[in-house]
């Protein structure tokens, strides 16, 4: 038996630190969403949450878990690209030693690790946009996937959990692992009813999330362009990723750039209506390992339209039109096709309606605590 099995119970560690941001993203969203889940269901494991910054940490999204009788939170403040060196180049520190000692060590998210050869590792992989789609990243981001090495990494993990079998698919072919190893637990999908934002056009078309070359939003733009309909906006919401300026400025030179609105960062609580005023949701993306704004605004009721590409088709199945998102008039005419035509957008919503509600946190939870309680 481990040495440091509680009362019968398994010490699980967890790396929280994508919920240290003060506007979270996808995986903090996730990490978030499943841990929530994960507490609910669990009461007898003993959990570990390891959290690192430098800088002062937001800690809002924690309080609901800081005063759970099985749960831990633990605080270290080392400036992070030292620690990143650390972990990557001289193995140390042990981040399940870090917080005493675990059984397991849960990773929602591939990044900077190192642990202790005799403590399992499950390690979430979201997607491998940055093998398939290297000129999407800017040149850091490339590095820093070089340095974190994932063949490596995932060849020395007990259990991988990909977020689609898409993803899983290609943790096989690019990485040789063995398909066995590799367990699909599909994300859930949550929305509460919140604020409404005041400062949206009447009339608008949506895409939500971050702005990076491999979101397509270059395609939104143009597409828009040739739809050419003065009565819409296209709102552009979401935070700045890498390489984003070429988004700015082809939208400034845009012969519709007064139609054209950016919103940045949207909370939790003004998503739903941001999705149920849009007259259509546009994600057109180059790759996606899983889809979750797409999803959010199927649930809200808002007609999709996506790529056909990668885990898309997967995830969202017939609830959405599909295009190609390299083809600029297949992208146009799908717009003009919803927005003209009422049965269509009530078919897809029909159909979306039914297809979301497989996507549910407290399952996804339940299939993760059934990874960790076989290993």
């Known amino acids: 038996m481990s040495l440091f099995y509680y009362n019968g119970c398994m010490i699980i560690g967890i790396d929280a630190r994508s919920l240290i941001e003060p506007n979270l993203t996808g995986v903090g969203h996730y990490t978030k969403a499943m841990l929530r889940q994960l507490f609910l269901l669990d009461q007898q494991n003993q959990y570990k949450l390891f959290l690192n910054s430098f800088k002062k940490m937001s800690t809002e999204v924690l309080t609901e878990f800081e005063n759970l009788p099985n749960v831990r939170i633990y605080r270290f403040n080392y400036p992070s690209k030292l620690l990143n060196l650390s972990l990557s180049f001289l193995g140390r520190p042990k981040l399940d030693m ?86 699909v637990i599909y994300p859930g999908v949550s929305l ?15 895409y939500l999330g971050t702005l990076e070359p491999r979101k397509n939003i270059e395609s939104i733009i143009k ?29 400034k030179k845009s012969k519709l750039k007064d139609q054209i609105k950016f919103v940045n960062y949207v909370k939790e609580e003004e998503k ?46 017939s609830g959405v039109m599909l295009v190609d998102p390299y083809n600029l ?9 919803i927005l003209d035509n009422q049965r269509l957008k009530e078919d897809l919503t ?26």
């Open 350 to 375: 029909a159909k979306a309606s039914e297809i979301v509600k497989k996507y549910d946190w407290q399952t996804s939870a339940k299939q993760l605590l059934e990874v960790f309680n076989r290993l």
């Open 223 to 251: 597409a828009f362009e040739k739809l050419n309909r003065p009565e819409y906006s296209l709102v552009i919401a979401g935070s700045k990723g890498w390489l984003y300026q070429p988004i700015y400025r082809l939208a």
């Open 329 to 337: 008039e297949e992208i146009a005419k799908a717009m003009e096709l």
């Open 98 to 183: 870090l917080v005493g000692g675990c059984d397991l060590f849960w990773l929602p998210n591939l990044g900077f690790y190192s642990i202790s050869s005799g403590c399992k590792t499950v390690i979430t992989v979201h997607d491998l946009s940055f093998e398939r789609l290297p000129w999407a990243y800017s040149a850091k981001r490339q590095l820093w996937h070089k340095v974190i090495n994932p063949p490596f990494k995932l060849k020395l993990t007990d259990k991988i959990i990909a977020v689609s079998k898409n993803t899983k698919k290609d943790l096989v072919n690019l990485y040789h692992l063995p398909s066995g190893k590799i367990e």
């Open 272 to 317: 739903f209506f941001l999705y149920k005023k849009a007259s259509l949701f546009i994600w057109p993306s180059f790759y996606e390992g899983f889809g979750l704004p797409p999803l959010e605004a199927m649930k809200a009721g808002c007609p999709v339209i996506a790529a056909s590409d990668s885990s898309l088709p997967e995830v969202l199945n």
């Open 192 to 206: 509460r009813q919140g604020k409404i934002r005041k400062d949206l056009p009447e009339k608008y078309i949506l």
